[in-house]
């Protein structure tokens, strides 16, 4: 294994090149364990394991009548269109509203299929799709020109039309609600409603996000506004591949999979990295985080619901941010709701009063 890049905790300084913040409230956040904690996965962004949600989408426990529930897997391949072939998995297959979630932070099938489940139990009414995006889980790895979140979405609106499930409502976690905001901006006859369940924004998402998921790669083109110590710089697709998160991509992968994966130009995977991170670097000061507040306020979504967890102390998705969006974002409206349940009782009858049946 190669040595790993180390990141300093950021300090008063550091943060201050980002955005203003009081000494309380950067020592409340310290304490919190909001961005550092003892919970680690690869596929998640550090500090989501202190998130009330957590336990409800990553590993959710089975709630009753889902494990018993039809579940049909399809590898789609989006050529010639999209260079890339996604994994699928749908719950409720025969089901006439559909519901396609998207998993938060660098989720797949595998950690967030047990949340996509329990909704599906729920409502059999209800086809709960829920897909890998490129480069995570089983699906296939692609590095894109353009910005991770919107390669994704540009890929979500392939696949939707090659699932025949259009209009669809989404279901976008953190991460995965970034990609669907592409989508709405771009494809809005894609979506009969939105649900973004939590909205990402704010300056200390923007820094924090960029560097952990694509900036970090970048060893000899270190950001003033981090913080690293490199002691053995990543130079090759094949010391990539011994990092914690593409270690894990390759495992859970097919041989063909994986033999692309080591093909890939390591010069184009840095420069989607740079790319990808610089985008979130720049709407640091936006109401969601990757997309510009004009944006936001152009949407012709029919309807969007914003999720939250209900605990101010969650600086990657404030609720401040989450407030704002509703008076940028038309027919919008925001609910608390920390557990299952009270996802349950709130999601299922704003899919079902906004997505229209699919034609049998």
């Known amino acids: 294994m190669i040595n790993r890049i180390k990141r300093l905790p950021f300090s008063i300084i550091a943060l201050g090149m980002v955005f203003t913040v009081s000494t309380r409230l950067f ?3 310290l304490n919190t364990g909001d961005i550092q904690n003892d919970v680690m996965d690869v596929t ?5 394991a202190n998130n009330t949600w ?5 590993n959710a426990v089975p709630t009753e009548g889902s494990e018993n529930l039809e579940m049909q897997s ?3 391949d989006l050529r010639p269109e999209r260079d890339v072939t996604l994994h699928v998995e749908i719950y409720n297959p025969s089901a006439s509203i559909p519901l396609i979630i998207t998993p938060g932070g660098n989720g797949d099938t595998d950690g967030f299929g047990g949340f996509a489940r329990n909704v599906a139990a729920s409502a059999p009414e209800l086809k709960v799709i829920i897909y890998d995006r490129r480069n995570l889980g089983k699906s296939e790895v692609s590095f894109g020109s353009e910005p991770q979140m919107v390669e994704e979405g540009e890929d979500l609106h392939v696949l939707i039309d090659r699932l025949g499930v259009r209009p669809a409502s989404l279901y976008g976690m953190s991460s995965g609600g970034r990609s669907n905001l ?3 901006a771009r494809y809005p006859e894609d979506i009969a409603a939105l649900v973004l ?3 990402t924004g704010g300056p200390l998402a923007s820094a924090r996000l960029a560097e952990e998921y694509f900036l970090k790669y970048l060893n000899d083109e270190i950001l003033s506004t981090m913080e690293h110590i490199s002691e053995s710089p990543i130079t090759s697709i ?6 914690p998160l593409w270690d894990a991509y390759l495992a859970r992968n097919t041989d063909e999979f994986r033999e692309r994966f080591f093909n890939s130009n390591f010069d184009e995977f840095r420069s989607a990295m740079k790319a990808s991170g610089n985008h979130l670097r720049d709407t640091g000061d936006q109401v969601a985080l990757g997309v510009y507040d004009s944006e936001l306020a152009q949407l012709k979504t029919p ?4 999720l939250h967890h209900g605990s101010y102390i969650d600086y990657l998705h404030p609720i401040t941010n989450s407030r704002a969006a509703t008076t940028l974002i038309s027919n919008s409206s925001l609910e608390f709701a920390p557990y299952l349940p009270e996802i349950i009782n709130v999601l299922v009858p704003f899919v079902k009063t906004h997505t229209p049946s699919l034609s049998q």
């Open 27 to 29: 020592s409340a956040e």
């Open 44 to 48: 998640l962004f550090r500090g989501a």
């Open 54 to 58: 957590f336990e409800v989408y990553f």
């Open 74 to 76: 399809l590898d789609v």
């Open 182 to 184: 592409i989508l709405a």
């Open 197 to 199: 369940a939590p909205l």
């Open 238 to 243: 094949e010391e990539l591949s011994e990092t």
């Open 303 to 306: 309807a969007t619901l914003i």
